[in-house]
């Protein structure tokens, strides 16, 4: 119940990060995707369902508050989430390649969705632009924020860990 309680209060906070704060550190018109990184990063090190979970969480929010209709963002998160925990077996804590390609993967994937789902539906063909000005600039900027909010995620995670193992251990 501590890890959902916990994990519920991160989403939170990456949230207002991303909302609030962030909005000043943009460089042109991309800023980091914390929510990204934080269910990329969720779905690699804890698996499909916590990927999905913590991937419906953030989408619900990008749908409440920054989306038109509910549920594009629920379904590209949880999407996103699950594709990661797929990658599960692959986990090393001490490995930051492995994330950081996935989350890159995943920033690309979710640029390409945005993109097809928000742009070129409506009738807007310039795919080389939006790729060149937003996707990989964002992209590049999600990657460098991963490096140091990774480390963070995964000390959470240990920590949490290290906490049920305890709690497990008194009911033994």
Known sequence: MKRKVYTFLVVIICFLIQSTIL?????????????????????????????????????LLADVFWGGLI???????????????????????????????LVGISELLYGIIIYVCRFMLKGDFEFMYFLSKIILPELIYTGLVTVVLYQVILRFNKKLEAEEQRSASRFV
């Open 23 to 59: 909005e000043y550190v943009q460089l042109g018109i991309v800023k980091p995707n914390l929510l990204l990184i934080l269910v990329a990063s969720a779905g690699f090190i804890r698996g499909k369902k916590a990927g999905m979970t913590i991937g419906f969480l953030c989408g």
């Open 71 to 101: 549920g594009f963002y629920i379904l590209v998160y949880v999407v996103i989430g699950y594709i990661n925990g797929m990658f599960r077996s692959w986990f090393y804590d001490e490995d930051i390649k492995i994330p950081l390609v």
